[in-house]
Structure formats: C-alpha cells, structure tokens
C-alpha cells in the first residue's frame, strides 16, 4: 500500500500543494500534520509510522518533511528499511536501502540540515542588527498610534471603557492598559 505523509510547521502554513501531490502520485492514504518539524514526537507521523508494514511505501514530497537532522532522518529511514518499507521522496526519488542509497540519502539530509541551521544563523544575525537600532522594538508593531489613544484617553475623561470602546474601536482591555500605564507615569 502507498501512503503519503504530508506536514506544515505552522497553523497558517498550506498543505495543500503537499496533499496535490501526494494524491498525483497514488497514495491511497495520506497523513495530513500542522506540527513542528524540530519535535520528534509528532503525532500523525507516530500513526502513519506504526502502520507501515513489509512492502507499504512511504511517500513525501520532501525529505525535511520526515526529519530535520541528519542523524534523525537516517534513523527513521533506517527503521522502514529494516521493516521492508519504501521510501520516495518526491523531488529526489525512490530512496534505496543499498550503498549508494544510504550515501545518497546521507548527503541531502546533512544538505537540509545545513540549510535550516543557515535560515536560523541569518535570522538571529538580523535580529542581532536590528537590536542596535534607537527605535528597535522586539514583537509585533503597536496597533494604536499615540494620537489615537491620546484621543481616547481624552474621551475616557467623560465616559466609560466601553463608550470609548465602541466609539473609537479600540478595545476595553487596550483601554485600560492604556490608563493603567498613564496612570503609572504620572509625577
């Protein structure tokens, strides 16, 4: 039987390009996963892994979808070879349990391993530049500029949190975190 593994890192990722072609290629059952590729411990991987058996195909459309290191990827792939599975990776092919097979299979998972570690190392240096910025601010951007909820503060002087709240938009807990820290810095 073929079966067809499929996995995004993220909620907001798509596995839809995957799921194509997973079913493109024959896959009679694909499992589908929002998960972290850097947890070993996935839980539609574990389902399809305890499933295959002697003469079951595995397919993926990439090999970093079954593991993030090397010594991971060789021992999942080591465990279906030992148990008769077949492994195809979709952008390199049938994944052979011979020699070459395992060299080859060696090679372009240190390859993926590289290429995430080198994603990590970039980031962390533009993190690290960014840092020296005066105005670097780490998370996300404020929502509110300082006129909007000057202008809202000046509007709770009046009336309620939830009056502002639907006058303006912004909610009642921004409100009054909002007065809260005014509050805190005035002399």
């Known amino acids: 039987m073929k079966y067809g593994y499929a996995r995004v890192s993220t909620m907001s990722q798509e596995l839809e390009s995957q799921l194509q072609a997973l079913e493109a290629e024959g896959c009679e059952v694909i499992y589908r996963e929002h998960f972290t590729g850097t947890k070993t411990d996935r839980p539609k991987f574990n389902e ?3 499933v295959l058996k002697a003469g079951d195909t595995l397919v993926v ?29 979709l952008n390199v ?10 060299f080859f299979l060696t090679t372009l998972l240190a390859v993926a391993e590289m290429e995430r570690n080198l994603i990590v190392e970039r980031t962390q240096e533009g993190k690290a530049i960014a840092k020296q910025k005066d105005d670097f601010r780490e998370g996300r951007p404020p929502k509110y500029t300082k006129t909007q909820l000057d ?9 309620s949190f939830s009056q502002v709240a639907d006058m303006t938009g912004i909610s009642i807990a921004t409100l009054k975190r909002e007065a809260k820290k005014r509050k805190l810095t005035q002399p």
């Not at 049938?94 to 395992?102: D, I, S």
């Open 48 to 50: 399809v892994m305890d």
């Open 151 to 159: 202008h809202a503060m000046k509007l709770k002087e009046t009336h």
């Open 61 to 89: 459309t990439k090999l970093d979808r079954l593991a993030r290191n090397t010594k991971e990827g060789i021992e999942v792939i080591e465990a279906l070879f030992e148990r008769g599975v077949k492994v195809h990776v």
């Open 93 to 102: 092919g049938l994944l052979e349990n011979t020699t070459m097979g395992r």
